[in-house]
């Protein structure tokens, strides 16, 4: 009996070991001095052509259950866009020896928190919790993981976790749940160390030139729909400059050529 009993507790705590590695840590209150450093760029610095505003209107409505009531914006940042579509629909775009496929890095210490399927077929969600606070988690969206990592792996800081395509994009969301089922949207460029900052501060830029204030987005007077999508003007996306977008082009984009086919820009 008692050996079934030590197999029982040993059963139990593995589970919820295993558990462990997917709840999430919610939030009594938030405190800005708790939020963990951005410590490594989430993507390669020098394949970035373009960065989107946190609470632009860059690609859809991210604003689910804002903690604090702010609704209808971006609250992530995208990098690039996708570029590579078949029957209107975003594709993996393939590498070549001159182009090969963008890495994506773990943004600091931490662990594997979720792996979510895409809304669309082009790659996975990927959630990773910070070991200084577990409260807090980076989402990285549409990358293909690398073999050998999972829920529940532990990633360092500026580890190689995932890939996409030359002509591909990627999102990223900062986030942290409270105990009362809202989320707390940041942005990872306002956190982020000088050393990780560094590549985008040689072009002259600085965090606050990827950020929108709260005033400022109001101000702009975007307008939501169903399915979280902004309201567009008719021909609003027919060669338009992504700036209008909320969009900071950073350098040209190396796919200029393709620009005017792609009509998606944040999926």
């Given at each position: 009996m008692i050996k079934k009993i030590s197999i029982l507790i040993l059963a139990l705590i593995v589970g919820l070991t295993?558990?462990?590695?997917?709840?999430?840590?919610?939030?009594?209150?938030?405190?800005?001095?708790?939020?963990?450093?951005?410590?490594?760029?989430p993507i390669d610095a020098d394949r970035v052509f373009s960065i989107?505003?946190?609470?632009?209107?860059?690609?859809?409505?991210?604003?689910?259950?804002?903690?604090?009531?702010?609704?209808?914006?971006?609250?992530?940042?995208?990098?690039?866009?996708?570029?590579?579509?078949?029957?209107?629909?975003?594709?993996?775009?393939?590498?070549?020896?001159g182009h090969p496929d963008i890495n994506i890095y773990a943004p600091f210490n931490g662990r594997i928190t979720a792996v979510d399927p895409e809304q669309i077929n082009l790659g996975k969600q990927v959630h990773i919790a910070s070991d200084k606070n577990p409260s807090f988690y980076v989402r990285i969206f549409h990358v293909d993981l690398l073999p050998g990592l999972a829920v529940g792996s532990h990633v360092t800081s500026g580890e190689k976790i995932a890939t996409i395509g030359p002509m591909d994009g990627i999102d990223v969301s900062y986030e942290a749940f409270t105990i009362f089922g809202k989320t707390v949207y940041l942005s990872i460029f306002q956190y982020m160390t000088p050393q990780a900052f560094a590549p985008y501060a040689k072009l002259g830029y600085k965090p606050s030139d990827f950020i929108l204030s709260r005033s400022q987005a109001d101000a702009l007077g975007y307008q939501c729909g169903d399915n979280q999508q902004f309201i567009r003007p008719p021909g609003f996306y027919n060669g338009i400059n992504p700036q209008t977008e909320g969009y900071v082009t950073i350098r040209p984009n190396p796919y200029q050529y393709l620009y005017n086919q792609n009509q998606g820009r944040g999926y």
């Open positions: 295993a558990i462990g590695y997917v709840m999430v840590h919610p939030l009594f209150y938030f405190n800005p001095n708790d939020v963990p450093a951005i410590t490594a760029n989107s505003k946190f609470r632009s209107d860059a690609g859809h409505d991210y604003s689910f259950k804002a903690w604090d009531g702010e609704t209808c914006r971006s609250m992530k940042h995208y990098f690039n866009w996708g570029q590579d579509s078949v029957n209107n629909m975003p594709v993996r775009s393939n590498p070549t020896p």
